[in-house]
Nanobody
Framework: QVQLVESGGGLVQPGGSLRLSCVAS????????MAWYRQAPGKQRELVAT???????NYADSVKDRFTISRDNANNAVYLQMNSLKPEDTAAYYC????????????????WGQGTQVTVSS
């Protein structure tokens, strides 16, 4: 079973940046599609960005042109660079393996980690 550990969250002012990291256990990491999700208080968890083993990337419209997902297969890591942060980006952020053939139907596969909290506020 894959274990996922997220880190890098914090408190940042609007317009600021953060870089989230996720390290996954397991030797099959490089063949999996990895994703970042977020969940704001009182809202459903939403898919933010995905990256395939070959590097194909997709983003939710709400973060396109501000967030960048990347991965390091050698270290079983996936990252989320978040720029131009807005108060509405405030949420707990989670990574996971996903399965599916398009952004709209990706389904998470692994157990959720503890997440990392991002708070955007002045």
């Amino acid at each position: 079973q894959v274990q996922l550990v997220e880190s890098g969250g914090g408190l940042v002012q609007p317009g600021g940046s953060l870089r989230l990291s996720c390290v996954a256990s397991g030797s099959a990491f490089k063949i999996n599609i990895m994703a970042w999700y977020r969940q704001a208080p009182g809202k459903q968890r939403e898919l933010v960005a995905t990256i395939t083993g070959g590097g194909s990337i997709n983003y939710a419209d709400s973060v396109k042109d501000r967030f960048t997902i990347s991965r390091d297969n050698a270290n079983n890591a996936v990252y989320l660079q978040m720029n131009s942060l807005k108060p509405e980006d405030t949420a707990a952020y989670y990574c996971n393996l996903v399965i599916g053939n398009r952004f709209s139907n990706y389904v998470p596969l692994g157990d959720w980690g503890q997440g990392t909290q991002v708070t955007v506020s002045s």
